[in-house]
């Protein structure tokens, strides 16, 4: 099995504004920050997983990092809605 250090991965995070008074106020620029907040949790989730395992359940994946990045942008007034892992290719 191949070790997750020399991956290239992308992804596409969807979210919603629920609360635009927080989104404005209690973070700056919360458009970058769940941009960084995606790439963090997308690197941090799939860290703990083998590559046969990341390209057989994405589905379970996704879930999780949906999860994580809910929890961490709910006080920014913004709401993960959707995950999706798009490519993960190992790189050489």
Same mark, same amino acid.
């Given at each position: 099995?191949?070790d997750?250090?020399?991956?290239?991965?992308?992804?596409?995070?969807?979210?919603?504004v629920?609360?635009?008074y927080d989104a404005c106020?209690?973070?700056q620029?919360?458009? !970058?920050?769940?941009c960084?907040l $995606?790439?963090?949790?997308?690197?941090?989730v799939?860290?703990? /997983?083998?590559y046969?395992e990341?390209?057989?359940?994405?589905?379970?994946?996704n879930?999780?990092l949906?999860?994580?990045?809910? !929890?961490?942008?709910a006080?920014? $007034?913004?709401?993960?809605?959707?995950?999706?892992?798009q490519t /993960?290719?190992?790189?050489?």
């Amino acid at each position: 099995t191949k070790d997750n250090v020399g991956v290239l991965i992308s992804g596409s995070l969807f979210y919603q504004v629920h609360n635009s008074y927080d989104a404005c106020f209690k973070v700056q620029d919360y458009q !970058k920050n769940i941009c960084n907040l $995606g790439m963090c949790a997308m690197r941090s989730v799939t860290g703990l /997983f083998q590559y046969d395992e990341i390209i057989a359940d994405r589905h379970k994946i996704n879930a999780q990092l949906c999860e994580m990045i809910g !929890k961490a942008s709910a006080p920014w $007034g913004v709401n993960c809605s959707k995950f999706e892992i798009q490519t /993960f290719v190992p790189a050489n």
